[in-house]
């Protein structure tokens, strides 16, 4: 590029962050280590959850099997076909993960649920979320039992945070931090565009030095729970995860649909953000691209075109089928582009928000309650994805049975 993305402060302020978090080499190596079935079982154990993660492992032997379907109804796949991948979207912490795997077995003869190839959460990364136990026992249900390929936390720009954090954050960054006193212990990052209490629509309003808040996030929560998969929903952050994880492998992270990749235009402005930092083997930090609600099938497949043309690595490319009423317009449906999408040999992660339906507590007002409130509706927030599945699977065995390849969780197989 004619004009580089990062000045000479901006690397300096992140080099200095990932050096405080003990350098690119202990924090790869300490997300793989928590990543481990083994060891999440024994942190969670001590932190109250065993019992919970042993039933898990008895339901999910009770979940439905894939290879059951294919058998009765005698699925033959089409190579020439995209591959589907399936996403769904409010897996909302251990209560209503849990609460969702109970539902699948009591239904797995009358509606079978396959798990979904992968998760995606918008639970704000407090402390209390990421060091009680609460989001590694949501991980370890959803990867280490039910196989989910990928799960996807959002780190909120203005979750509050501890006040001596922030201090130290400015210490060790040479950068300063505009922000709001929540209490006694808590501020928060001063937000002054429309938007949640969490951060503008889950994190747009990233200004100044903000991202570097984002990455300590991100960093800190991934070391504690093993948690690889990230939203980013904005540009700078986007700039920001490349350069800083471009020597971490175990952090990836997914590019939300909020950041408005609508066109090919907007797409290649992307590509070249992620080619500026691109990893030695090719690959780079960003995992998948959410493409933009109002993209139809030709833009999806063009910028498909696009990502292999460009010879990057290990993206996928993601399509919402169902958004809630209060994320876009009422009605919302893609399951017809999406198959125009795979009819033309392009692959596609077909993602749902909703199932479609105006089911209490399916709105993106349940991401932002608060830790009490997320376990008090635990039951009832777990049959929202458990319909938002339930609805995956049926389109999924849809495409099944028009030969089209689909993934889902490895629990399902």
Not at 7 to 30: C, E, P, Q, V
Not at 172 to 200: H, M
Request: glycine residues 8%.
């Amino acid at each position: 590029m004619k004009y580089e993305l990062l000045s000479a402060r901006d690397k300096k302020a992140m080099d200095a962050l990932k050096k405080f978090h003990g350098g690119a080499k202990k924090i790869n190596d300490t997300i793989a280590h928590s990543k481990k079935f083994e060891t999440r079982k024994k942190v969670l154990k001590e932190k109250g959850y065993g019992e919970m993660m042993a039933d898990a492992e008895k339901l999910i032997k009770k979940f439905p099997k894939l290879a059951d379907f294919e058998k009765a109804n005698k699925i033959k796949y089409d190579k020439k076909l995209g591959i589907a991948r399936c996403q769904v979207s409010g897996f909302q912490g251990a209560n209503v993960t849990y609460s969702f795997m109970k539902k699948v077995v009591k239904t797995a003869k009358k509606d079978p649920v396959f798990i979904p190839a992968e998760f995606i959460s918008v639970v704000p990364l407090t402390d209390h979320y990421v060091y009680s136990g609460d989001l590694m026992a949501t991980l370890c249900m959803a990867e280490n039992i039910m196989g989910a390929q990928k799960f996807c936390s959002t780190n909120l720009i203005g979750t509050p945070q501890p006040e001596k954090r922030f201090k130290e954050l400015e210490k060790v960054t040479g950068e300063k931090f505009e922000r709001t006193k929540i209490d006694k212990i808590n501020s928060a990052i001063t937000l002054k565009n429309q938007g949640t209490f969490f951060g503008n629509f889950g994190g747009i309003e990233v200004a100044n030095s903000n991202h570097l808040v984002y990455l300590d996030g991100v960093t800190r929560t991934a070391m504690e729970t093993g948690g690889d998969f990230y939203l980013n929903p904005s540009w700078s952050t986007i700039v920001a995860a490349c350069y800083y994880a471009k020597d971490i492998p175990n952090l990836t992270f997914k590019v939300s649909m909020l950041l408005s990749t609508q066109t090919t235009m907007q797409f290649r402005m992307l590509l070249n953000i992620i080619n500026e930092y691109i990893r030695k083997d090719g690959t780079t930090p960003i995992y998948e691209i959410n493409i933009g609600n109002g993209a139809d099938p030709d833009t999806f497949i063009t910028c498909a075109k696009e990502l292999k043309k460009s010879g990057i690595k290990g993206i996928s490319l993601a399509a919402h089928m169902r958004i809630n009423p209060d994320l876009g317009m009422a009605g919302f449906d893609w399951t017809k582009n999406a198959y125009k999408v795979l009819e033309s040999g392009t692959d596609i992660t077909y993602k749902y928000e909703s199932d479609g339906t105006a089911r209490e507590l399916d709105t993106m007002a349940a991401y932002f309650v608060s830790d009490e409130e997320r376990n008090k509706f635990a039951a009832k927030i777990g049959d929202v994805i458990y319909y938002k599945s339930l609805k995956a699977t049926k389109d999924g065995m849809d495409f099944m049975k028009n030969n089209i390849r689909t993934q889902f969780g490895k629990g399902s197989l």
